[in-house]
Structures are given as C-alpha cells and as structure tokens.
Nanobody, 115 residues
C-alpha cells in the first residue's frame, strides 16, 4: 500500500523559510521520479517541482525557481522541499506525489505565509 505523509508546514512571515518533508512507503522510492504539488485556497492543484530518481535532475515551476530546492534521501525513502524567501502567494496546501499528475499524493501539509 502506497503511503505518502507530508510534514513541516506552518505559519511563517514573508521572507521566511520552511522545510517540508515527505515520508514514503509501499513502493520502490529510489526507482520513482517524485513531485511536489500545491493547492492555494480556492484554486486547483499546481505542480511545484520534481526530482529524478537519482536526484540529479530537478525541475521547478517558474514561480518558485531560485527560492525552492527539492531533494531526496533514497536511503530514508524521504522527499524534501526547502522553501526560502516565502511570499504570501506561496500560501497553499503542499503535497508530495509519485506521479506527474499528482493523483497519488499524501494528505498534505498547510503552509501559510502571512505577517
């Protein structure tokens, strides 16, 4: 059974940082490209970032490029998202996913950027 459990969200001031984590189980993590998605309040799911199974290839949405860093630890079956220089428009529920559409994802972790 595939399980994805996100954590690390919270309330942060503009300009602040957060590190999200996703614990995974039930599939061969080190053979899967992994993804982060987010869903802002009242909006649809949007892709944020992805990383190849070996971690050498990373991709970012234009809105987060240069501020967010995706990484993974294949020994721990964990995915991470380091978020710096956070803005109010980054407020959303963040999900990790093992598919490119975000259909298979965890319950999400809420990130709120507000002063």
């Amino acid at each position: 059974q595939v399980q994805l459990v996100e954590s690390g969200g919270g309330l942060v001031q503009p300009g602040g940082s957060l590190r999200l984590s996703c614990a995974t189980s039930g599939f061969t993590f080190n053979m899967n490209r992994m993804y982060w998605f987010r869903q802002p309040p009242g909006k649809g799911l949007e892709w944020v970032s992805s990383i190849s199974f070996g971690g050498l290839d990373t991709q970012y949405a234009a809105s987060v490029k240069g501020r967010f860093t995706i990484s993974r630890d294949n020994a721990k079956n964990r995915l991470y998202l380091q978020m710096n220089s956070l803005r109010s428009e980054d407020t959303a529920k963040y999900y990790c996913s093992k598919d490119e559409k975000g259909d298979i994802r965890g319950q999400g972790t809420q990130v709120t950027v507000s002063s």
